[in-house]
């Protein structure tokens, strides 16, 4: 069993019927409608895991703390409590799905102390196995201790990280952090500290030396000179909050349309289907009519000659009273009397019964046809509403892809801006290291050089790179999927092309594999891992104006079996594309607001009146 494994998370809140959804033992998808609560979840997950905020959302009015069972590798139950917004989380050790009611078993602070016992950092590195482990801080070899937001970030991935171009191994958008997320996945990837070592100059030290201000002055303007933007570093850093907003925002918006228009593709199949069969039915009434019509004319002529020949009956044994009987051809010895008028009237007798049954039928097949004709009348105007919808549709999908359009250019706009702050803000923050060095460097006493920092062994590099290349082949990704990672920037690389270059799609896609590759590979060579994925629109059904990746319809199906063949890691995953009917009773699914769901979202549905 995994180090850990997630049970459930339940909101409550006095007087609120609890919002909980269940997390099976291996494979979880919550799926549905947007703005259902599917990546609330997943960020509430990650909030009671450590991180500072959670969004607020109106169906949350009400509820005030926050569960997460947990299930621990030697059998242990406890449930992690904290309150919307506090800074503490109080440890249950037992399975809580309502308010508190009894004092917790002890109260966690929530920043990282690797001084105290009391906070939640050190509580979970200690059950995961890795507390006290030591990762660089920077690339003079400071070290310090591990936290266990340095493991959250890769095995819980939100919507927008996800998709962002920035590696999944670096947490951080700063780069003075890289050295610190780097040192982490070389953590997990070899299960060594990092040794002690003497502690070394800087990059920009080892190059010029003590009292090079005049240096130092010179690189400072020239970095200065690359800024795009005339704005200070918090004028940037508001800016690109902003601009994370609006990107959000048309993601959203255009996933909501993207939504709607297979919700709309799916209706039009479904009306052409019901067209298809009215017109058939339609065909089958009008031949089936002109069968009966044949038949009813064959009834009315033979009532026709039924008339007659009852006619030329009468007028026979009126006629030919004398001689042989016409009607039997009995000589006159041979005829009783009256001969000729009872054969006549045997004859009537038949000729009656014979109209009669004959005029039963055509009264029946009159009463048939128009039933008949109403069918296909009904049917006749059916299918006029059926091919009027159609046209209705497909008027409502050209309207759908004139407004993706014009989101799919303001996102991309949205994303080139955001680059530029992003590389601002890294000038921005080697000015500042330079101003900072330049301001101590006349009284830095000399130090030794820096020792170069020890790499991730090659052997090990190239087995995750295999694990990684072997997820990506399970998805039937097209190419031949072959991984790459670059230890000194710590891009990802998938058959020559940088995650980074890849559209929103997929480095999305990437994203997953890595996390999974991650999970699989510490799984199978007993190292340190949290022991759970939780994957937020993995598949995000998202392209470039520009982009030349399609997301193939097989690779949904190949994707999700893949993962719930995946029994050495719990794995939970929100997506908006539904995942197939045939994943087994190993997989626990929650559908919302979608066809079959039993729930509209997360959180139960306001009371209505």
Known sequence: MSALALMHLTSVGPDKPPASVEFGPHLTVIYGASETGKSYIVEAIDYMLGATKLKTISQADGYTHMLLGLHTADGQI?????????????????????????APNRTLNLKHDPKAENNLSRYLLKIVGVDGRRVLKNARRVLRTLSFRDLAHLCVITDTPMADGRSPVLASRQTIKETEDKSVFKLLLTGEDEPEGPTGASNVEKKVGKGKIEL?????????SRLEIASSESELLDQLRRLEESLVNASAAARDLVTDRSALVERERLLQTRTTVNRERIGELRTL???????????????????????????????FREGPCIFCGAAPEHQQPDHQTAETEQLQVAVAAEIRKTTELHADLLTTMDDLEEQLRLLEGDHASLIAGSSALTRELAILDQRLAPLNEDTKAILSTRSKVQADLSIHA???????????????????????????PASDVADFERTMHEILASWQLPGANRVSYDQKTAEISVDGSPRGSRGRGMRSVIHAAFTMALARYTAEHELPHPGFVVLDSPLLAYREPD?????????????????YDELNVQIIVAENVNPPQDLGEQATLHPFRTAGAERVGFYPAAPTG
């Open 216 to 224: 130092l002055d010179q690189l400072i303007t020239q970095a200065q």
């Open 430 to 456: 080697q000015v500042q290291q330079l101003e900072e060095m330049r301001a101590s460097l006349s009284s830095t006493p000399a130090t030794p050089e820096t020792a170069r920092p020890e790499g991730i």
């Open 547 to 563: 982009e030349d990746f399609v997301m193939p319809r097989n690779v949904v199906g190949h994707f999700f079996q893949s993962l």
């Open 78 to 102: 406890v449930t992690l409590c904290r309150e919307m917004g506090g800074t503490k989380v109080d440890v249950f050790e037992d399975d809580l799905r309502s308010l508190p009611a009894v």
């Open 289 to 319: 009519i002109g069968r009966f019509g044949l038949l009813r004319q064959q009834y009315e002529s033979d009532l026709d000659r039924l008339r007659m020949v009852a006619e030329a009956g009468s007028l026979l044994g009126y006629f």
